[in-house]
């Protein structure tokens, strides 16, 4: 089963709305999530990395007024995009991982479909 | 940075064995990751090269030379639900970054 579930998976807003979604590490705590991007028939973007109890890293050219992460829990990570407009319209994907030291994958939620009018 | 390309779209016939290269330039220290995505849906982890050489898990199996800087994935014995996007993927082992390629999508004729 799922053990990295996201939520909402699939939004659809007025322009200026701001929307939240939620990542949750099911049945192991996540010392590290990421936030991806992706566009139709492109690749996914990572957006930033966010740790547990400290500041996200967001990548370069990622507004991090515009797109608000909070990781609160070694559970929960949220992503808010803030005043969303038709241009956020995008695929959003977070994933979540247990460092060991050694590789282990990543395991990435069902993604969030969001859809700004 | 990094970069990583891949050819864009790659068709095969169903039964039949495909490869996807993946050529990249890259700094750090780092591995190399391949990732099954469906339409509309989350990527799918298949394999992982830390080390130069083959990997094989079933019907999928990757290959890695940091020297080439080049990587493939192969696929076995294809089956129509095959049919997807596949990512090489740079595997940071730093801070466990991902960067992906641009992804490859591979359609299987029966």
């Known amino acids: 089963g799922a053990v990295v579930s996201q939520h909402p998976s699939w939004v659809i807003c007025k322009s200026g709305t701001s929307v939240k979604i939620e990542c949750r590490s099911l049945?192991?705590?996540?010392?590290?999530m990421f936030w991806y991007r992706q566009f139709p028939k492109q690749s996914l973007m990572l957006m930033a990395t966010?740790?547990?109890?400290?500041?996200?890293?967001?990548e370069q050219g990622v507004e991090k007024d515009k797109f608000l992460i909070n990781h609160a829990s070694l559970t929960l990570s949220t992503l808010t995009v803030t005043s969303a407009h038709p241009e956020d319209s995008s695929f959003y994907i977070c994933s979540a991982e247990y460092r060991q030291g050694v590789f282990q994958p990543q395991h990435f939620g069902d993604g969030t479909r969001l859809s700004i009018l | 940075g990094q970069s990583l390309e891949q050819p864009s779209e790659v068709t095969a016939v169903e039964g039949a064995i495909v490869q996807i290269n993946c050529t990249y330039q890259?700094?750090?220290?780092?591995?190399l990751s391949w990732y099954q995505q469906h339409d509309g849906g989350a990527p799918t982890f298949l394999s992982y090269n830390g080390l130069d050489g083959l990997e094989e898990t079933g019907r999928f199996s990757s290959f890695l030379s940091r020297s080439d800087s080049y990587g493939y994935l192969l696929l076995q014995e294809l089956q129509m639900k095959d049919s997807a996007s596949y990512f090489c993927a740079w595997v940071s082992l730093e801070d466990d970054k991902i960067i992906f390629g641009k992804g490859t999508r591979l359609h299987i004729l029966p």
């Open positions: 890259t700094s750090g220290f780092y591995g």
């Open positions: 049945d192991f705590q996540a010392t590290t």
């Open positions: 966010s740790n547990e109890g400290s500041k996200a890293t967001y």
